[in-house]
Nanobody, 119 residues
Framework: QVQLAESGGGSVQAGGSLRLSCRASGYTYNKNCMGWFRQAPGKEREWVASISYASVSYADSVKGRFIIWQDNDKNTLVLQMNSLKPEDTAMYYC??????????????WGQGTQVTVSS
């Protein structure tokens, strides 16, 4: 059974940084696609970033500020968030697929971790 557990959320002032982690159990990265999504109150869930053996991609809203990578030794997906803005405030979710098709719907989801950025 695949389980994804996010951690690292919290409250920070604008311009600050946070690092989110997603530890996977029952799942091996193995070049498959994993990603981060977020959902702000009253808004639809939006894609933030994704990574597979073939590509690393970012939403325009976070490009140049966020970095996604895999720590294969720890079977953990990481999202480093720098220069945070109030509009980054949201619940952040880790997601995974069983293949490298990052453009397709994600099958596995974590419970989310809250990020709050104050101005």
């Amino acid at each position: 059974q695949v389980q994804l557990a996010e951690s690292g959320g919290g409250s920070v002032q604008a311009g600050g940084s946070l690092r989110l982690s997603c530890r996977a159990s029952g799942y091996t990265y193995n070049k498959n696609c994993m990603g981060w999504f977020r959902q702000a109150p009253g808004k639809e869930r939006e894609w933030v970033a994704s990574i597979s053996y073939a590509s690393v991609s970012y939403a325009d809203s976070v490009k140049g500020r966020f970095i996604i990578w895999q720590d294969n030794d720890k079977n953990t997906l990481v999202l480093q968030m720098n220069s945070l803005k109030p509009e980054d405030t949201a619940m952040y979710y880790c997601a995974a697929r069983s293949d490298a098709a990052c453009s397709a719907e994600f099958k596995y989801w974590g419970q989310g971790t809250q990020v709050t950025v104050s101005s």
